[in-house]
C-alpha cells in the first residue's frame, strides 16, 4: 500500500497486507493493523479520505479475519509414540512415588498437568468413579467430569493419604506437586532408556502434556469413537457457542467406555476390543 493514495484504500488492501502474517505473526499483525486504523482515522480527520475507515476491526475486518484471541500460538508438546505407550506405561507402574503415580494417573484421565497436580480428595467420588474438576481450576473456566476406570479408582484407593494435605497427589512437605517433578519423572525413566519414549516428529523425549496427544492419536487412529468424544475427554472447547448451547450432555458414560478401552491399550492388552458407541460394552 505504500504507493497508494489513501483516498483509494479500502477493505481489500487491508486484508490483502493483513493476511500474509495474520496467522503466523499474530501479535505483530494486530498491532499493525491498529496503525493503519489510527492513520486513516486521521486522514479522515485531515480531509484526506471519506467513508468508513477500513482497517476497523469489529463490524468490520472481524467478518474476514479470525479473532487473534483463536489464533495463539500452539505448542507442540513431545508426545509419547503410540507404540510405545504399554512399554513406558509399565516402567511407570514399576517405579515409586506420588510424583510418578501422578504421571500414571495423568496417562489414564488424559488429564493436564496442572488439573492433576492440584486435584484434592473432595473432588473425587470414588464410589461413582467420577472426579469433578470444578471451573476455577479448568483452562476453559467450565466445569469438566471424567469417568475413572476401575484400574483409576484401584490407584486412588491405593494411594497413602498424607496427613494434613488435601491433596491426592501431595509433595513430600504436603502441598501440591510441581509441574517439574512430574517432568523429572519421565526424564528419568527417558534416561533409563534413553532410544525409546521418543516423539516421531522432533525426535526429542516425550514429556508429560505431550501424554494428551497420544491419547488423541490413539483415539483418531485405532479406534471408531467420535472426534467430538476425544475432545470432550481432553476439555477441549467442542463447536460454536450455539452448538454447546444444544448439547447439554458432557457424555461422561460413553466417555467411561473409551476410557476402559484406552486404559486396556496402555496395559498392553492388545486382544482388547475397542467398543464402537452404541455397542454393548
Not at 58 to 86: E, F, Q, R, Y
Not at 107 to 115: I, K, N
Not at 119 to 148: F, N, Q, Y
Not at 187 to 202: C, E, F, G, N, V
Amino acid at each position: 500500500m505504500g504507493k497508494m493514495l489513501v483516498a483509494d484504500i479500502d477493505v481489500s488492501d487491508i486484508k490483502r497486507t493483513l493476511e500474509p502474517i495474520w496467522a503466523t505473526k499474530t501479535e505483530t499483525a494486530s498491532r499493525l493493523r491498529g496503525r493503519i486504523e489510527a492513520v486513516m482515522a486521521w486522514a479522515t480527520v485531515a480531509g484526506h479520505r471519506s467513508g468508513d475507515n477500513p482497517a476497523r476491526w469489529k463490524g468490520n475486518l472481524d467478518a474476514i479475519l479470525p479473532k487473534p484471541s483463536k489464533l495463539a500460538k500452539v505448542v507442540h508438546h513431545p508426545a509419547l509414540p503410540m507404540d510405545a505407550a504399554a512399554s513406558w506405561f509399565s516402567d511407570v507402574q514399576g517405579r515409586d512415588g506420588f510424583a510418578t503415580r501422578a504421571l500414571e494417573f495423568m496417562a489414564m484421565v488424559a488429564a493436564r498437568s496442572g488439573e492433576v497436580r492440584g486435584a484434592v480428595w473432595s473432588e473425587m467420588d470414588l464410589e461413582k468413579a467420577v472426579w469433578t474438576i470444578p471451573s476455577g481450576r479448568m483452562k476453559a473456566r467450565a466445569e469438566h467430569r471424567v469417568p475413572l476406570t476401575k484400574e483409576a479408582v484401584d490407584l486412588l484407593k491405593g494411594l497413602d493419604q498424607l496427613a494434613g494435605s488435601e491433596f491426592v497427589f501431595p509433595a513430600p512437605r504436603g502441598g501440591e506437586l510441581s509441574d517439574a517433578a512430574l517432568s523429572a519423572c519421565m526424564k528419568r525413566i527417558h534416561a533409563a532408556k534413553p532410544d525409546k519414549y521418543l516423539d516421531r516428529q522432533s525426535g526429542r523425549p516425550a514429556v508429560p502434556h505431550g501424554l494428551r496427544s497420544t491419547f488423541r492419536d490413539w483415539v483418531a487412529e485405532r479406534t471408531e469413537y467420535p472426534r467430538d468424544m476425544a475432545e470432550i475427554a481432553l476439555a477441549h472447547t467442542v463447536g460454536s457457542e450455539v452448538e454447546r448451547a444444544y448439547r447439554r450432555g458432557d457424555m461422561v458414560e460413553k466417555r467411561r467406555a473409551m476410557m476402559a478401552a484406552w486404559g486396556r491399550y496402555l496395559r498392553g492388552e492388545t486382544g482388547a476390543k475397542v467398543v464402537q458407541i452404541g455397542a454393548a460394552v
